[in-house]
């Protein structure tokens, strides 16, 4: 495990909002048919402000770090800052991630956009941030 720093271990050790949510407001979740990792990302939100984030994910140490750092990044955002953060944003935050799986960081932006979006059409919300966003798109994971 040594190309991992230390905040992805810790991430990855002790994952933050990891489990089931009783009665979540919203669900998204995001496989990957590249790597087979599974993400489900479930919300509360009130007022339209993320009040609480939790996630299931079902793959490598990489993708369960990067749901941990984005589900704690997300919480008292706004709907519409949550939309503008990006994978980068999560792989920032844990200080890098080794090439070949910064795309595991994605499955979170995916999950997180997929489950507003679903709360958004349930609730008939307009969010800019969701403009041009495709729930059913095949997301490519090839840009290293």
């Not at 050790?13 to 949510?21: D, F, I, K």
């Not at 990957?32 to 984030?53: F, Q, R, T, Y």
């Not at 941990?68 to 519409?80: H, P, Q, R, Y």
């Not at 595991?104 to 966003?133: R, T, W």
Request: with cysteine; proline share 4%; aromatic share 6%.
């Amino acid at each position: 495990m040594g190309m991992y720093n230390e905040t992805v271990m810790d991430h990855f050790t002790n994952p933050r909002n990891a489990g089931e949510m009783e009665n979540p407001d919203a669900v998204g979740s995001y496989g990957s048919p590249v790597c087979g990792d599974m993400m489900e990302i479930s919300l509360k939100i009130e007022d339209n402000v993320i009040k609480d984030a939790k996630f299931r994910t079902f793959g490598c140490g990489s993708a369960i770090a990067s749901s941990s750092v984005a589900t704690d990044m997300i919480k008292g955002k706004t709907l519409e800052e949550a939309l503008a953060l990006t994978n980068k944003d999560f792989v920032a935050e844990l200080g890098g991630l080794p090439g070949a799986k910064v795309h595991c960081s994605v499955l979170s932006e995916q999950a997180i956009k997929l489950a507003i979006y679903n709360y958004a059409k349930e609730n008939n919300l307009d969010l800019p941030g969701l403009e041009g966003f495709d729930p059913d798109a095949e997301f490519d994971h090839d840009h290293e």
